[in-house]
């Protein structure tokens, strides 16, 4: 008898902690699940505004954390007919014409070693190229398209500053179940869309640059 409540008890945390959670963020196609329960004050129940257009092209197409994510961000572009330059180790010298800097989230231990530098080194780059974007007055879309595979402790610590400073923002929803990228949206209301596959994106891009 004490066994069976002890896994009720269990069962009803774990329901609990889902619905703090909104469900990890799962969306239709291309849609955002924007909505959670109204009636909490929790950040991660925030109600996230929705994608609108306006953001320009040239864009400049950079990575936080070196993975191979921002060639299949550049993929997916192309697919929308949105043309990109990609650098993935961007400066602020790279910015001179942009409009919109588009930035790839996801930490790859082999594409930090190839490109010959540490997570703090991405880091600190990534920190002086927001800021010289912000200076600049350029946007900056924040994504995160490689799913649970492209979280964990390496690429945990390329969230925060993207995130952080994003004018918009497209997550594959399988990479924010924890509601961490989530939670950091939700403290600066930044539109996003929570979106299934990598496929969806091709629908928010568009969305973005209409």
Avoid at 7 to 31: F, P, R, W
Wanted: charged letters at 15%; a negative charge; proline letters at 3%.
């Amino acid at each position: 008898m004490k066994n069976l409540f002890t896994a009720l008890l269990c069962a009803v945390l774990t329901l609990s902690l889902l619905a703090s959670c909104g469900g990890g963020g799962n969306a239709g196609s291309s849609k955002a699940n924007n909505s959670a329960n109204p009636s909490s004050g929790s950040t991660v129940d925030a109600e996230l505004p929705e994608l609108t257009g306006g953001f320009e092209t040239p864009i400049l197409l950079t990575s936080a954390g070196q993975s191979a994510d921002s060639d299949i961000i550049k993929t997916l572009c192309t697919k929308a007919n949105i043309t990109v330059d990609l650098e993935n180790q961007a400066t602020a010298d790279h910015l001179d014409g942009v409009k919109t800097l588009l930035i790839s989230v996801g930490g790859s231990s082999k594409g930090l070693g190839a490109a010959g530098i540490d997570a703090d080194q991405e880091i600190a780059r990534v920190q002086a190229l927001i800021q010289a974007a912000q200076d600049a007055d350029i946007k900056i879309i924040a994504m995160h398209v490689g799913g649970a595979p492209r979280r964990g402790d390496l690429s945990d610590k390329f969230l925060p500053d993207p995130f952080n400073a994003a004018d918009a923002a497209v997550v594959v929803s399988g990479g924010d179940t924890d509601c961490v990228i989530r939670s950091l949206l939700a403290a600066n209301r930044v539109p996003t869309a929570y979106v299934d596959s990598q496929a969806d994106c091709i629908g928010c891009l568009t969305t973005l640059f209409s």
